[in-house]
């Protein structure tokens, strides 16, 4: 089935420890996104990519690096600079960013800082 | 950045209710989208709106893209229980990738 798959679902990380999210699409998208959510925050952007080798700041970059090395895969590192990391990480993806905008989004990586 | 206001923030309705939420922007969009997100899930599409005074339905939702395009607005009819979950509106707008609202929380009582 075509869809985008991100992994893991739960994921536990020490203070001070960086940790990388996944996230693989197989609808042939150009473009994906890294999407924080916080209760009553909304989707907030972190990083989003048009084209593989290029990605683009979001609202929230701080803390957060990406890349983006294959059309199908999009992985988020969450660093020890970011400072409140405990959210829930949902990934996106879409034709285009101008254009054909509707983005299909993943199930979620929900991280927590013990 | 761009920002979406969303409307009203929660909803606590009877089973058989119609429903309605809105989004209003300061700027204009090019395009209006409106999602639902289950409880443990990702958002799923709703529906898609691409045209000022465009009014598409999927079922029973109905959405309209505002004449001004600056708002856009979200109607269930007839609720049922699995309408439950929250309801985002996302805009986009020249080289900006999609904004979403902050969302629009839906309690059905049966």
């Known amino acids: 089935d075509g869809g985008i798959t991100q992994s893991p679902k739960y994921l536990f990380r020490k203070e001070g420890q960086n940790v990388t999210l996944s996230c693989e699409q197989n609808l042939n998208h150009d473009a994906m996104y890294w999407y924080r959510q916080d209760p009553g925050q909304g989707l907030r952007l972190i990083y989003y990519?048009?084209?593989?080798?290029?990605?683009q700041k979001g609202d929230i970059a701080e803390g957060y690096s990406v890349s983006r090395e294959k059309k199908e895969s999009f992985p988020l590192t969450v660093t020890s600079a970011q400072k409140n990391p405990t959210a829930l990480y949902l990934c996106?993806?879409?034709?285009?960013?101008?254009?054909?905008?509707?983005?299909?989004f993943g199930q979620g990586t929900r991280l927590t800082v013990v | 950045g761009q920002q979406l206001n969303q409307s009203p923030q929660s909803m606590f309705i009877q089973e058989g209710e119609d429903v309605s939420m809105n989004c209003t922007s300061s700027?204009?969009?090019?395009?209006w989208l409106w999602y639902k997100q289950d409880p443990g899930e990702g958002p799923v599409l709703l529906i898609a709106l691409y045209k000022a005074g465009e009014l598409t339905s999927n079922g029973r939702l109905t959405a309209q893209f505002g004449i001004t395009r600056k708002d856009s607005f979200l109607n269930i009819s007839a609720s049922i229980p699995s309408d439950v979950g929250i309801y985002f509106c996302?805009?986009?707008?020249?080289?900006?990738?999609?904004?979403f609202g902050k969302g629009t929380r839906l309690s059905v009582i049966a």
């Open positions: 996302a805009g986009q707008s020249g080289n900006t990738p999609l904004v």
């Open positions: 996106a993806s879409s034709k285009g960013i101008h254009m054909n905008t509707e983005a299909f």
């Open positions: 700027s204009i969009f090019n395009t």
């Open positions: 990519s048009q084209i593989v080798n290029d990605f």
